[in-house]
């Protein structure tokens, strides 16, 4: 058995021989919150309400050495092609100004003088009043995001919409009520071959009609394909096959958030990241916030057994995380074969999620008594941007509350004190128990500011990368997609009156119902 493989059993049997109970790890250790809270860039994560103890901790810093993720980091970082399948690096911590070689920092530099001086051309000239950006996955999910979380703390000049969805009516949403002549189009597509965004671009350029020449400009890294679509050179953005599309917000994907908020909250965004990339880079695995979460995963996943993560935003501005963090983490890590083809065992759990508080009216009974549950991520933000304190007030309290609940539970017994004297004391107490000791991280940001929410997705990325390492999976391909992609090609020439093609008989009679 290799060093990983034991230390992995190692892990593994530790969490099964020793089951923790939460309530008694804190009554053992009135320090335990301070112990296992780490704060960095404007983030606490306070891991104290995972299953976790020091024996725990110790078997996954040894599991993470046995990994040699020290390692993986550096080559992360000095731009080592450690994406081998497409055999390209990943450097999307260059484009915070971290990392990579001298022709990397200087092509990076010049694209952010560039991306900024657009943005000041338009934002001055006054010329456009919105921005329609196209694109979808990492060419939408990034943008969309932070286009909500900048709205905490800055207005938009223009307004910004988003098209994605092959579903028509994304760009008729998108579209409707705008003016062609004082709406710029970006479309956005590292590939410039996805079939969403070219549909969406073209039936944009019909709606700008004469405006297509001048108000319509691409960003991607494919810039003949660009080119090819029909935009001028001049319009082209570029960026580089380095840059994963889940990674690539920090890049001139970018650039319709530079053009609604201004170069300088974006360049506070990047350098948010930049803060937790060197801390990623030089802490110590036990002081590490991004390694500390991914260990708290791996336990979660691969020692109890958890299937799923949820990640609960107590922030309306953050909304869109959880679905934000389904494409960088299952993407990344939904695999079940490892870098050499060999079987990569039980990796990413599925991420899920949605705002608090919504959510405790919707799923939170199942987290509470369903089974098994989930571990949480509550993401809370100290400050309140909405002007409405007591609102505020309430968010947090729902916030805290929830982790509380999901680790105190409430016993039977307590439930059958309460119930005392009630005929259907037999068959209700167990139903009214909770049976709590459910894990949760919280991170507690001190406002949404664009640093602050620039390091917690930086944050996050290093965390998919780390359980990526230590699962074995090279993080930054995505042949999964693929698949499905080419039978939609196969299906779409059959709706379209091409010839049948052989199919399951449940996918053909699907095709014939809809051709009638
Ligand atoms: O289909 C998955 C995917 O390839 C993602 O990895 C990517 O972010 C998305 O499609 C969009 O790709 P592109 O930016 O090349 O249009």
């Known amino acids: 058995m290799s060093t990983r493989d034991t230390a992995f059993k190692a892990m593994q049997n530790l969490a099964k021989q020793n089951p923790l109970k939460l309530t008694e790890l804190f009554a053992g250790d009135p320090d335990r919150t301070a112990k296992m809270t780490l704060e960095q860039s404007g983030i606490i994560a306070d891991f104290s309400k995972q299953r976790l103890d020091d024996a725990a901790l110790a078997a996954l810093f040894d599991l993470a050495k046995a990994c040699d993720l020290s390692g993986w980091r550096s080559k992360l970082f000095s731009g080592a092609k450690i994406n081998t399948s497409e055999d390209r690096a990943v450097l999307h911590p260059a484009l915070r100004g971290v990392g990579g070689d001298d022709d990397v920092k200087a092509a990076v530099s010049t694209m952010r003088s560039r991306m900024a001086d657009y943005a000041d051309k338009i934002r001055s000239e006054g010329r456009f009043k919105s921005i329609v950006h196209v694109g979808i996955g990492g060419s939408d999910l990034g943008p969309r995001l932070i286009a909500d979380a900048f709205l905490a703390t800055a207005e938009q000049a223009l307004e910004l919409r988003f098209a994605e969805n092959v579903d028509g009516a994304s760009i008729n949403d998108a579209l409707e009520g705008l003016d062609p002549a004082t709406t710029l189009v970006i479309v956005v597509s590292k590939s410039f071959g996805t079939q969403e965004t070219k549909m969406n671009g073209d039936a944009a350029r019909d709606w700008l009609g004469e405006h297509s020449g001048s108000n319509m400009i691409a960003v991607s890294a494919n810039n003949q394909g660009a080119q090819d679509f029909g935009i001028a050179p001049e319009n082209i953005f570029d960026f580089w096959d380095w840059v994963g599309g889940r990674y690539s917000v920090w890049s001139a994907v970018g650039l319709s958030l530079q053009i609604a908020y201004g170069p300088d909250l974006f360049e506070d965004f990047l350098a948010g990241a930049a803060e937790m990339d060197a801390h990623f880079r030089d802490a110590e695995f036990d002081k590490n916030l991004p390694v500390m979460m991914a260990l708290t995963g791996i336990w979660n996943r691969n020692g109890l057994g958890y299937t799923s993560q949820a990640v609960i935003p107590y922030a309306r501005r953050l909304r869109k995380l959880s679905a934000f963090l ?191």
């Open 326 to 516: 389904q494409q960088l983490e299952m993407e990344s890590n939904g695999k079940s074969k490892g870098r050499d083809g060999t079987d990569a065992g039980t990796t990413c759990p599925i991420i899920w999620g949605d705002e608090g508080t919504n959510g405790q009216h919707a799923f939170f009974q199942w987290l509470h008594q369903g089974t098994p549950g989930a571990p949480v991520d509550f993401v809370a933000v100290a400050e309140d941007h909405s002007g409405r304190p007591d609102h505020h007030r309430a968010l947090l309290a729902n916030c805290f509350a929830q982790s509380e609940a999901l680790m105190v539970g409430k016993s039977e017994s307590l439930v059958r004190e309460e119930m005392k004297g009630d005929a259907n004391i037999d068959g209700l107490a167990p139903q009214k128990a909770f049976p709590g000791n459910r894990p949760s991280t919280t991170l507690l940001l001190d406002n949404l500011s664009p640093r602050t929410v620039g390091a917690l997705i930086a944050l996050y990325e290093h965390k998919t990368f780390v359980q990526g390492i230590i699962w074995g999976v090279n993080s930054f391909d995505q042949w999964g997609v693929q698949l499905g992609k080419v039978l939609a090609g196969t299906i779409l020439s059959e709706l379209e009156g091409g010839a049948p093609q052989s199919h399951d008989s449940s996918t053909a009679a699907l095709i014939k119902r809809v051709l009638g």
